[in-house]
Structures are given as structure tokens and as C-alpha cells.
């Protein structure tokens, strides 16, 4: 890591002098890093990278993403950033046309505080870029008042314009230090490895729409893996999606600018073969004059293409002095016909969906912390933070150079259009591999090991519950039973540790005397210590296993085996969940956040408008899958691609539902709380009050009296205002009871389990069904699974084939599942954006919480009890016989809430169960209705 000398003169890196810096002797305040290769650092061909790329791209054309099979010759774009080129580029950010500065200004000043609140004091601000540091100095401002020790690092390529803006700024602030670091990404980004320092990456302007989808997500991930360390933060610029017209202005403004910048990369492609060659003539590869600057905007996609178009017939005519490395690059030296007309391609800029910042987070294993607009919402700017876990294991992007100079030719479709990739069932494989598996104890880890301080593990959150150190010993104990099954093989010493933690306790919320039979407590628990080395032998005995029977090894696990194995990834998963609204329990100061989270912003004035999907109905929903006969895969091999399920999810099983609307959104904490205090001096209010909320003012002054002052929502970084921030748009979390009271309010009820199924995955297969058939705005139907049979028919697909399915392979990928977020997202604001007439709305299933149903626990007509686990559902369907009077218990949920592993939030078949008076569930619930006769 470079060390901050901010008195001293850094000499140019390479051993190269640096004519291009100015006077030599200049006193300065800033150091200067040269991490450009010399030129003798070419590669193998004898060329710079760049000219290589520059001349294959020239010399053969290519198909880009977006352009169907056209091909085009093409420049890398980074030759559009010589000394000239930054100086158009400067002048174009003035232009009244061009918005994205001015917009990315006025966020600056007005998001100021909660962007520097995630900075902390002795830390790196790095910033990939620079330029002209106009936007910059307004945070190396704020910084410089309120923080101490910050070394800021400016990246460019060229260095003149780098000891411009340094030797500028540098003297003005006194407690920022700088460092100058000239030299592409490639080339700077491991020299900044390695620090202890906390680090914030600033990727600022619109840089990354420059970039393809899977570019963006690689080099974005490039970023990450060798540059963040957890809680390190990078700020990325993103132009929105807007008026066609808007975007057409920035690019091709009045005065010309943009075409003078356009054009001046083939004057640096010409400068670049002539320094190259070392002579004092310019060579003329291609004469600008010959060329005129023209592009077009994609509206479907969203992104501005620009190219180069040939006015004449241009001949490229290679030096002899590079015909050797010519061939070599691309196979001939022969000369090249451009015909009039013909276009080079130079660059992209993509213009980003509202959804794109969640998908290029989960993408590459970040989390969005915050996202702020302009007041037009034309732009904006987006906090990422590398977790210290997440659930979600991201799918590797391409890779991809840090330096986008070769565009891949198969990748056909723009991040800002990918709110819905499909998932393959080949990324749900029957075992886990290894590194789910890592990521499922990275984050088991961090709750207990981090959030929970060590005193507080003999706590008891809630007193239904064992306190939280049984569950330290809990997963490993009952991973361990079942590897101990599956190998045939003795339980990991000591043994005795599976007896104390194999089984927690479920009492009955009205009668906690009344429980299931569960592990015995002991006089003492274990030692903590000896808890987690257990649990490390536990793991590398589960990790051996996984890694014998991995797709490279040639071994076929088993099916029962198998079964045992994933039954233990499983039960973890759904702990993880268990652990959690636990904790939200203690008290804050008994906690440590997981994440680095800046203040919820303020909420939307208005609550969103209520927005209804209208079902048909259907007389074969297939609810559940097949299920396994346990007591047949006792030595017989895996079958590829096998779903294995809990046994309360079989047989799979046909139920007929009437016409129904639903509500497209959950109930928020804000309805909610409007709800309370409609009801005055109800003796059931308190009652009525979440457990996920805390009083952060007076409530109540008597019992019986009206609810009153304000309430924040638990989660473990925060609690913040459901009257002031835009937690009044979460999902409330909220007992089955509370909901049923909700409901009644409104004169509505619950969907039974059999509608929320037949909704979501029917909303969902409807969305992928219509974007593949290019259907605007999802489409214009009365409901929802006739317009989805319309589209399947079309296409030659069976819709009730598709939702057959156990995986529901549609669900957004910015679904907030898998610790997306460490707390509830805003459902989607149908006041800002409603549906058009006709037109089928935006609605969200999946994430944030569980939904409750209005069906009971029970199990469907054939069901057997797993032989395996055959507690798992049995003692749940049913009140014990001891509870007087009989009554439902424990009732179904559906979907998953943030802290869900996706394998089980994708599952449509999975079927979560709480009872009806637990209050501390991550569970919310929507409104339904019949329709119809």
C-alpha cells in the first residue's frame, strides 16, 4: 500500500522520466505514482495492449451486444482520453445539454452528510477516474471539515491533467493527503491492495454504463475481490432511464463538443502508433476529417450507441515499420477498405432500470446500502458495501480486463434490462457445493460470533426460546447426526454434545407448559470455546464429504446420503432465520451491527397507492412436489438433478381455488400504524402492536387509551422511524393474529395458501413469459394466469408445465432474500408509478418478509412422516393432545423475508409454519378477496 507523504515529491514510477508533469523541480503537496508499463513492457507481439486491440478491432469486425448479428469495426474507447480528449470531455460537463453533471452536483449537496456519515476518520477515499475533479472537490470538502487522517488516491491515465488538478487542490485542504496515480485500472488497482485501511471506492459520472452487463458485473467484481475488504464501500454513478429526447441532447449538443471529443480518438490512435514507432512524424492511420460523429438511442434497451461513420472510402494503410506485429495481431497486414458509410463503434452508455442497482449488487456479492436521485430523478448515485457475509452466492460475471478494450461478442443483453434472469436448475444442484456451504457459515458466523456480544449468549431474547448458545451447539449437533448417518460412521467427539443439542423447544405461545418432546438441558452449558471447536470439526467432516462427492470427483453419492447431507445445509439455513429475529430482541447496545449502514432516508410523503391483481381461478393448482420414498434410496444412486424436499411439501397435490383478486404489495409498518391508532381506546390495542417494533416515544398514557408518539422497526443496524424514514414503506412483520385483525379492518381477508401459490408463481411465469414476447408494460389482461396461458399458447409453451415446476425460476433477481439487505426494502410506490389503464401492475412476492396464509398447517392427503427427521412436520400439524380447547396452532407462510437462503425462497413448494400468536416472526401478510361468483 502506498504510504501518504503529502509534503514530499514521489518520483514517477518505471524508471521513466516524466516530461509530460512540467518542471521537475515544481514543489508539490501531493505524491505522484507513474504505474504506466514503459513501452518496452509490450507484449509478446512487440505492440501496447491497447494498439493491439485497436488494431483488431479495425481490422475485423465483430458482433456487439445489442446489435443483433450486425458487425462492426470498433476502437477501444479508452484511446478517448488523451490530454485532449479529457479537455472535450471537461468542456462537455458545462454544456447546458449534457444533465448527468449537474444532476450528480446537486445529489452531492444535498446527500452530503450521509455520504461522509460512511467514511470514517483514517481511511482511503479511492477514485477511479478523476478527471477534473470538479465533482470531487465538493467531497474532499466535507471531508476535510469533518473528518481526519483521509488519504485521497486520483486515478487517471494521463498525467498532465492529474498534476493539474492536484497541484490545485492539494493546498486548499489540510486534513486530506493526496496521492496521484497515473496508469489504467489495470495497472493501479494492485498497487492498492492490501491496506488495513478502510477504503471507499468512488466511481463517479456515468463510467459504468460504458460498460455491457456481465463488463459491468466483471469489472465491478474485479474491484471487490482485489481491492475491498468487508465494510469497504464504492459509490457508482448511474444514468436513469428518461425521455429519449433528454438523452439525444446530452449526446449531440448544439455547439458540436461531443463530436470534437468523439473524433479526437482517432488523433490519438494516430499520436499512439507514431510514439510508439518512435518518429517525429505524425502517422496518419485515420484522418478525423473523413469522419463524422453520429449515434442513436436504444429506447427498449436503454443505452446510447456512438460511432464513427465513414463520409468517403477510407484505406488504412499499416506501417511497414508494424507489419510483423500486424499479422500478428490479427492475421494479415493487408490494407483496410472502410466504405462510405460504414461505422466504427467507439462506445455505450447505458441508461439504468430502478432494479438495475439491486441486480449488479447481488452480482457481484455486494450489498446496496443507499441509493440517492436528483429531484428529477434523471440520475443517481448508489452505495454498495462489501458484506462481512451474504447469504447469496453470486453467479461468477465473464471476465473481464479492468480496462474495457475488448468488448465479449456473445453477451446480447444490457444489465438495465435483467431484472429477471432466468436461473438454470443446474445452480441449484441437490448438494450444495463447497463454497454455499462457506457462505452459510460466514454468515451463521458473523451472528453469532459478531453481532452477539459474548456475554449476552446465555441471553434468553425470547422465552419461548433456548438461549442463544444452544444454537451455537445446534447446528453443528444435528449436522453431525445425519453426516454420522450418511458415512455410517461414529458421531464427532464429544458425542455427548449431540444428545444436548440435537432438539430446541416449541412451546405453545397461550400455554408455554405445553411443549413437544425436545433434547434434555443440562445442569451446565458447554463452554463457548468448546462449542465452536466442535463446530469446526463438524464442518471439515461436512466439508470432506462435499468435497468426495463435487461435480469433478466421478463419485455418485448415495440418495440417502444425499438426503442426510442436504437436510443439515437446510436446517442451518432456516436457523439462520430462527437466530435472527432473536436477536432483534436484545437491546441494541447487546448487539454489533453485521453491516456498515448509513441513516434510512426520509419516507415519501404519501403511502403507496393500494394496486390489485385479479386471478381466474383454477381447479388443478398443484400445490407440493413428488415425494421421495425414504425407505427405497438406501444404496441407490443420486439421480442428476434431483430436488430433494421436506415431507410436509408432499405428494404433490391438486386443490381448486375460485376467483380471487389480491393485493399486489404486503401491508406496511405505515398502514399499519394508521390502523392503531384508528382504533382509539381499543382494549385490544397493545395487543396489537408488533413485536417488531420498539416505542420511540410516549405510547399509550393508559391502557385503553389511544396509541400515540412514534415507533421504530427492529433490525440488527438500526431502528429506524416508521414516521420519519421510509421504514413506514417496509413490510410490517407481524403475528397472524395482528394480521387477521388487519384484515378485518379493511373488510378483506388472507389468501389461503393455495391463492398466494397460484398468484406469485403464475405473476411470475406471466412477467418472463411477456418479456420474452416483447410484451410493453406486462401486457393488457383481466387476469393474470389467463393473460400467462395467452402468452404460453403463443409461444408454444405449457404455462401449467412451467408452474409445475418445485423451483420458481422467475422471481427477480433483486429480490431481497439471501441478507440482499440487513432489513425490509419499500415495496415498490404504485403512487409515483402506476399501471396504465389496462395494463397488468407491478407487484413483489418474494423478500423483505414471509406471508402469513389463512391455511392451517396441515398435511396434504397422502403424507408420510420422514424417516429420516420424522418430527420435522408431524409434531406441528397438530395442537398437543394436552392443549384444552383443541385449536389451530401453527398456520402456513409463504415466499421468504431477507434472511431467507434463495434455494428456499426460490422453492415455491417449501412451506414455512408459525403459530398463529407468535409475534416475532419476520412474517407479513397482503390482502385478498373473492372475485367473482
Not at 56 to 73: C, K, N, S, V, W
Not at 203 to 208: E, K, P
Not at 654 to 674: D, H, K, S
Request: with cysteine.
Amino acid at each position: 500500500m502506498l504510504v501518504s507523504q503529502p509534503d514530499q515529491t514521489v518520483a514517477p514510477g518505471g524508471g521513466r522520466a516524466c516530461a509530460e508533469a512540467g518542471a521537475a523541480a515544481r514543489a508539490r503537496t501531493y505524491q505522484f505514482v507513474d504505474c504506466r508499463a514503459a513501452p518496452e513492457a509490450a507484449d509478446a507481439g512487440g505492440l501496447p495492449p491497447v494498439l493491439r486491440e485497436a488494431i483488431r478491432g479495425l481490422a475485423t469486425p465483430q458482433l456487439f451486444p445489442g446489435f443483433g448479428a450486425e458487425r462492426h469495426r470498433s476502437l477501444p474507447s479508452v484511446l478517448l482520453y488523451d490530454d485532449a480528449g479529457l479537455a472535450h470531455f471537461d468542456r462537455i460537463t458545462f454544456l447546458p445539454e449534457y444533465y448527468l453533471t449537474g444532476c450528480e452536483i446537486e445529489i452531492l449537496q444535498a446527500r452530503m452528510q450521509e455520504l461522509v456519515a460512511g467514511i470514517p476518520d483514517n481511511s482511503d477515499v479511492i477514485e477511479l477516474g478523476c478527471g477534473s475533479l470538479r465533482k470531487t472537490r465538493i467531497i474532499l470538502d466535507a471531508l476535510d471539515r469533518q473528518r481526519s487522517g483521509i488519504v485521497y488516491y486520483a486515478i487517471d491515465v494521463m498525467p498532465a491533467p492529474l498534476h493539474q488538478s492536484l497541484a490545485e487542490l492539494s493546498a486548499q485542504f489540510r486534513n486530506v493527503s493526496f496521492v496521484a496515480l497515473c496508469g489504467t485500472y489495470d495497472e493501479v488497482i494492485p498497487r492498492l491492495g492490501g491496506s488495513a485501511r478502510q477504503k471507499t471506492v468512488l466511481w463517479l459520472g456515468s463510467s459504468i454504463g460504458g460498460f455491457h452487463a456481465e463488463e459491468a458485473a466483471g469489472f465491478l467484481s474485479g474491484i471487490v475481490r482485489r481491492l475491498l475488504a468487508p465494510d469497504d464501500a464504492v459509490i457508482v454513478g448511474m444514468d436513469r432511464q428518461k425521455d429519449p429526447r433528454v438523452i439525444m441532447d446530452a449526446y449531440h449538443d448544439a455547439q458540436g463538443v461531443t463530436e470534437l471529443f468523439e473524433l479526437n480518438i482517432l488523433a490519438h490512435l494516430n499520436s499512439a502508433v507514431s510514439s510508439y514507432l518512435g518518429k517525429q512524424q505524425q502517422q496518419t492511420i485515420l484522418d478525423p476529417g473523413q469522419f463524422a460523429y453520429v449515434g442513436h438511442y436504444d429506447e427498449e434497451v436503454g443505452r446510447h450507441n456512438a460511432f464513427l461513420e465513414a463520409r468517403r472510402d477510407v484505406t488504412v494503410r499499416w506501417p511497414r515499420a508494424i507489419a510483423a506485429q500486424v499479422r500478428e495481431a490479427c492475421g494479415s497486414d493487408a490494407d483496410i477498405v472502410i466504405r462510405r458509410g460504414e461505422r466504427i463503434y467507439i462506445e455505450t452508455s447505458y441508461k439504468f432500470s430502478d432494479s438495475a442497482p439491486e441486480v449488479l449488487a447481488q452480482r457481484t456479492g455486494l450489498v446496496l446500502a443507499a441509493k440517492w436521485a436528483d429531484p428529477r430523478d434523471y440520475y443517481m448515485l448508489c452505495a454498495f458495501r462489501k458484506p462481512r457475509a451474504l447469504l447469496v452466492v453470486a453467479p461468477p460475471p465473464a471476465a473481464a480486463s479492468l480496462d474495457k478494450w475488448r468488448v465479449p461478442a456473445d453477451r446480447a443483453r444490457a444489465l438495465a434490462e435483467l431484472p429477471a434472469p432466468p436461473v438454470a436448475p443446474a445452480q441449484f444442484p441437490t448438494i450444495p457445493p463447497i463454497g454455499e456451504w462457506r457462505a452459510l457459515w460466514a454468515a451463521w458466523d458473523l451472528l453469532t460470533l459478531h453481532v452477539v456480544r459474548r456475554d449476552q449468549l446465555a441471553a434468553r431474547p425470547i422465552e419461548l426460546r433456548h438461549p442463544v448458545i444452544f444454537y451455537l451447539g445446534h447446528i453443528p449437533a444435528f449436522a453431525d447426526i445425519h453426516l454420522a448417518a450418511a458415512e455410517a460412521e461414529p458421531l464427532t467427539e464429544p458425542a455427548v454434545f449431540a444428545q444436548w443439542f440435537e432438539r430446541g423447544i416449541d412451546p405453545n405461545v397461550e400455554d408455554p407448559a405445553v411443549c413437544h418432546s425436545h433434547s434434555a438441558v443440562p445442569d451446565q452449558w458447554p463452554d463457548v470455546d468448546d462449542i465452536v471447536a466442535y463446530c469446526g470439526r463438524v464442518r471439515s467432516r461436512v466439508g470432506a464429504w462435499v468435497e468426495r462427492h463435487g461435480p469433478s470427483s466421478g463419485r455418485t453419492p448415495s440418495s440417502d446420503a444425499a438426503r442426510h447431507v442436504w437436510m443439515a445445509f437446510e436446517h442451518e439455513a432456516e436457523h439462520i432465520e430462527t437466530l435472527l429475529y432473536m436477536l432483534l430482541q436484545l437491546a441494541p447496545g447487546d448487539t454489533v451491527p453485521p453491516a456498515v449502514c448509513p441513516a434510512v432516508p426520509a419516507a415519501r410523503p404519501a403511502p403507496p397507492r393500494e394496486a390489485w391483481l385479479s386471478y381466474a381461478g383454477s381447479s388443478n393448482v398443484v400445490l407440493g412436489q413428488p415425494c421421495d420414498d425414504e425407505s427405497a434410496l438406501a444404496g441407490q444412486p443420486l439421480p442428476g438433478g434431483h430436488i430433494f424436499g421436506w415431507d410436509n411439501e408432499s405428494p404433490a397435490t391438486a386443490v381448486a381455488v375460485r376467483a380471487f383478486r389480491i393485493r399486489t404489495q404486503p401491508v406496511t409498518n405505515g398502514e399499519y400504524l394508521g390502523f392503531l391508532r384508528g382504533l382509539g381506546g381499543s382494549d385490544r390495542l397493545q395487543r396489537l402492536v408488533p413485536r417488531s417494533w420498539v416505542a420511540l416515544g410516549p405510547r399509550a398514557a393508559e391502557h385503553g387509551g389511544a396509541l400515540a408518539g412514534d415507533y421504530g422497526v427492529r433490525t440488527l443496524v438500526g431502528v429506524p422511524s416508521i414516521v420519519g424514514s421510509e421504514a413506514a414503506l417496509w413490510p410490517v412483520a407481524a403475528s397472524l393474529e395482528q394480521a387477521e385483525a388487519y384484515a378485518a379492518w379493511r373488510g378483506k381477508r388472507l389468501p389461503t395458501e393455495a391463492e398466494w401459490t397460484h398468484a406469485a408463481r403464475t405473476y411470475h411465469l406471466a412477467r418472463a413469459l411477456g418479456a420474452a414476447a416483447g410484451a410493453p408494460a406486462f401486457g393488457r389482461a383481466a387476469d393474470v394466469d389467463a393473460y400467462a396461458d395467452g402468452l404460453a399458447a403463443a409461444q408454444g409453451a405449457s404455462a401449467a408445465d412451467q408452474m409445475r415446476r418445485p423451483y420458481d425460476l422467475f422471481i427477480p433477481s433483486d429480490a431481497n432474500v439471501g441478507f440482499a439487505h440487513w432489513h425490509p426494502q419499500p415495496v415498490p410506490d404504485a403512487q409515483t408509478a402506476p399501471a396504465p389503464a389496462g395494463r397488468v401492475p407491478e407487484a413483489t412476492f418474494v423478500g423483505s418478509v414471509w406471508e402469513w396464509t389463512a391455511t392451517p398447517f396441515h398435511p396434504y392427503p397422502g403424507f408420510a412422516a420422514s424417516p429420516m427427521y420424522p418430527g420435522y412436520s408431524a409434531d406441528f400439524f397438530d395442537p398437543p393432545a394436552a392443549a384444552q380447547p383443541p385449536t389451530t396452532v401453527h398456520h402456513v407462510l409463504k415466499g421468504g423475508s431477507y434472511a431467507t437462503h434463495p434455494r428456499i425462497a426460490r422453492r415455491q413448494t417449501f412451506r414455512n409454519w408459525y403459530q398463529r400468536g407468535y409475534p416475532f416472526v419476520l412474517g407479513g401478510f397482503r390482502l385478498c378477496e373473492d372475485a367473482g361468483p
